[in-house]
């Protein structure tokens, strides 16, 4: 396929020559240019916009279909400078708010904070960046083929106290959240799709924004979570023991899910901590019946309810990703009531010591197994592991597709309260048992289990995908064969 990539730039042709081969080009039927246009890459598609008045027409659609706002003076500066042609904001379906880069202090006692005047004495910069960015949330009235919003804060993120401060404090969060919600439900239509990127693990609670969140999530056809947590470098074991996760994480499905439930067809949910045991999501009790797309990130499996979850929504689903998600084989957990398994469940063993203990016997050639016959219209499986978690320090957006397929040495896991960097590691650790040397006695990983990687590689064929062993799954597969293999 033709591809302005490769092709001869106009000083390396003859002018006679560049001319034949662009009225060539032109003279393709329309539909094969919007083929074309539709697999460019942005920098050439910018070259193409100028080169004819038939190709800007045709990739002004493509060029400006989603565009993104920073908030930084120039970009919006930009911003407002891309409303003088109408005619351009008439191609806009998406657009990114970007605020992950602002750094800044917020007052929300600040009664001044709508004056956005730059003769203003008192505004530093960035203050003024912060304001005249919110403000512009007002001019997405001006897209009429509005579709899909994006809204980004910096992945960093506390609750507030004397010795640390995040980026974006809650405070400032919550007022822009505010105002962010109140534009959507001012549309003449409602967006379809709503993604919200490293969402702080805390929910708004004033009446009127929770109003707006949930008006905003009844007409959703898609909606993307990428949730963020308080992490203390170097003591990873202390994540956990904030109560922000232990509250937001139930709330998932009352309070971002429920009133999605009528229209929603793609969901993907990923937290840059390990969730779904601890802290608890429970999705049992609703259901999606028009789910195509299930995308889950660092969500642990450790009982079969969780599967049987996935599997109710059967007569619709068609995509299902699983990005670094592990099987947790044993768990040993000193607060019973906070996790994902009924309380009833845990057992006393003498070398978990004070924990109470569980596990899992199933086995990730039992979930493909369940997949391939349980999930009729799927055509679209991944699991792994992507290549883009902790690009720029925080897990992947919009990239699902881009899963490394195969086993990962992360496959399975356990949760081992009470050690870090992470409770959740390979191996358990039994402190109810001494030896003379540590004090406590490690357990082992989970052997390799072969059939695992067969029963995905056949999961793969039966829905028409197929496996393709390329150098990075590979890689993958042998460094948890390796890990998991006893040496002799």
């Given amino acids: 396929m033709w591809s302005p990539i490769h092709s001869p730039s106009p000083s390396s042709l003859p002018h006679h020559k560049y001319t034949s081969t662009m009225q060539t080009f032109t003279s393709l039927p329309t539909e094969i240019l919007h083929r074309v246009i539709h697999y460019t890459d942005f920098e050439s598609l910018k070259s193409l916009h100028l080169t004819s008045r038939s190709l800007s027409v045709i990739s002004k659609g493509r060029l400006f279909e989603a565009i993104t706002l920073l908030a930084e003076e120039e970009s919006c500066k930009k911003f407002e400078k891309f409303f003088e042609d109408s005619s351009r904001a008439q191609h806009v379906t998406k657009i990114y708010f970007d605020l992950s880069n602002w750094e800044g202090d917020y007052d929300d006692d600040d009664d001044t904070f709508d004056d956005t005047s730059s003769e203003n004495p008192e505004l530093s910069i960035n203050q003024f960046e912060l304001r005249t960015f919110i403000r512009l949330f007002d001019r997405l009235k001006e897209l009429p083929r509005l579709r899909s919003v994006v809204l980004r804060f910096h992945h960093e ?120 045991y601890y802290p608890k999501c429970d999705f049992q009790g609703i259901h999606f019946p028009r789910l195509k797309t299930l995308a889950l990130g660092n969500y642990g499996f450790v009982h079969d309810s969780q599967l049987d979850w996935i599997l109710s929504h059967g007569k619709t689903l068609t995509e299902l990703y699983l990005d670094d998600c592990p099987i947790l084989f044993e768990v040993a957990i000193y607060n019973k009531e906070r996790t994902y398994l009924d309380p009833n469940t845990y057992i006393n063993k003498p070398e978990a010591g004070e924990r109470h203990w569980a596990s899992y016997d199933k086995r990730w050639h039992h979930h493909f197994k369940s997949f391939q016959e349980n999930l009729p219209r799927l055509r679209h499986f991944r699991y792994g592991h992507c290549p883009h978690w902790w690009d720029d320090d925080t897990t992947p957006f919009e990239r699902e597709t881009e899963i490394i397929m195969g086993i990962h040495d992360e496959s399975y896991m356990v949760f081992c309260d009470g050690y870090g960097p992470s409770p959740y590691m390979e191996k358990m650790i039994y402190d109810g048992v001494r030896d003379n040397d540590t004090g406590f006695v490690e357990g082992n990983p989970l052997p390799w289990i072969g059939e695992d990687q067969t029963s995905l590689e056949e999961l793969l064929a039966k829905i028409g995908q197929g496996f393709v062993m390329n150098r990075r799954s590979r890689y993958q597969i042998e460094q948890a064969r390796n890990k998991r293999t006893p040496r002799r």
């Fill in 157 to 276: 993120c506390c609750i507030e106290n004397y010795w640390e401060k995040a980026c974006h404090s809650v405070e400032l969060r919550s007022m822009v959240m505010e105002r962010f919600m109140a534009s959507l439900v001012s549309l003449p239509q409602p967006p379809r799709e709503l993604a919200i990127r490293d969402l702080q693990n805390v929910n708004e609670t004033d009446p009127e924004v929770v109003n707006n969140i949930t008006k905003v999530l009844w007409n959703l056809r898609a909606l993307r979570l990428n949730i963020t947590n308080e992490h203390d470098e170097g003591n990873g074991e202390h994540d956990l023991a904030q109560a922000e996760p232990h509250v937001f994480f139930p709330q998932i499905t009352p309070f971002w899910l429920k009133p999605t439930m009528s229209n929603l067809e793609h969901l993907t949910l990923y937290s840059n901590n390990y969730w779904g």
